[in-house]
């Protein structure tokens, strides 16, 4: 079977099904903006069924995190010697429950979901000629009792979501709030997954005696906590508001989910 003809009967189709029933179901009750909402419930539904993995991945970061002091001595009590770097490293996981490639798995998991969900809100969200969207639609829908016969209205709170914040100066001035506010979500969101690792019983120091500055890593981990939301804000002012709110319902949760997670590992400790 062809890789694209897979890719879109096992998580294209599904997706998209998904998606109009959730449709259906709130333009049957007469709800305005039923698209949006339908949106809006697909990607609380995808969260909750991801949640499992989603939260061993946080659970698993955040260890590492705790752990990192601890990881630097090690790297630099055992400089040069790689193997008892090694072994010592291995110990530490050991001894706190911590397997380094937890983090890995889930994310795994949850890519294609999110590369599916993408392609799928292209779809729907998109400017094209409105029959067209709605024939390539009903081509992907299992039931004909799901089928669409005329095309949704795209406005959500009086927002098109097919427009961009690109074109403000046609669609509205308003949008460009849209891209400012999807960069502080992302932002509330990674700053929730930086916590405050603990520190080992002697701070490794230089011969000096001033403390020794951040590796690259950690480096790295703050400038995303800056630079990561501003890429995300970036592409959001070229994409359909239609994908905005999907991330930003997603942010939303992902906040709360690893406030949570924060929360109980508070209480455990």
């Not at 599916?116 to 029959?131: Q, R, T």
């Not at 390539?136 to 406005?155: Q, R, S």
């Not at 019983?201 to 005696?209: A, L, S, T, Y």
Request: hydrophobic share 45%.
């Amino acid at each position: 079977m062809d890789i694209t003809v897979l890719w879109n009967e096992v998580f294209i189709r599904p997706i998209i099904n998904v998606l109009i029933i959730l449709y259906k179901a709130f333009s049957g009750i007469g709800l305005p903006g039923s698209l949006g909402f339908a949106i809006i419930a697909l990607t609380v539904l995808i969260r909750f069924l991801l949640y499992p993995f989603t939260a061993a991945q946080m659970k698993s970061a955040q260890k590492m995190q705790l752990l990192k002091p601890h990881m630097d001595q090690i790297k630099e009590r055992h400089k040069g010697d790689a193997r008892k770097q090694q072994e010592e490293m291995a110990r530490l996981y050991k001894e706190h429950g911590v397997n380094p490639a937890a983090g890995c798995l889930p994310l795994l998991i949850q890519m294609p979901i999110f590369i599916a969900l993408y392609n799928v809100l292209l779809k729907v969200v998109s400017n094209g000629n409105p029959a067209e969207i709605v024939n390539n639609i009903n081509k992907l829908i299992y039931f004909p009792a799901f089928t669409l016969d005329k095309p949704w209205d795209p406005y959500f709170f009086g927002v098109n979501l097919a427009a961009t914040p690109a074109n403000w100066q046609s669609a509205g001035g308003f949008l460009l709030a849209i891209p400012v506010i999807t960069a502080a979500l992302q932002f509330l969101q990674t700053k929730t997954m930086n916590i405050a690792p603990v520190k080992p019983k002697q701070e490794i120091v230089k011969k000096n005696g001033q403390k020794k500055e951040d590796d690259f890593s950690s480096i790295m981990q703050k400038q995303m906590l800056y630079f990561f939301p501003l890429i995300i804000g970036f592409f959001s002012y070229g994409f359909p508001v239609g994908l905005s709110l999907y991330w930003n319902v997603f942010s939303v949760f992902g906040i709360i989910q690893q406030s949570l997670i924060n929360k109980q590992n508070k209480q455990h400790k």
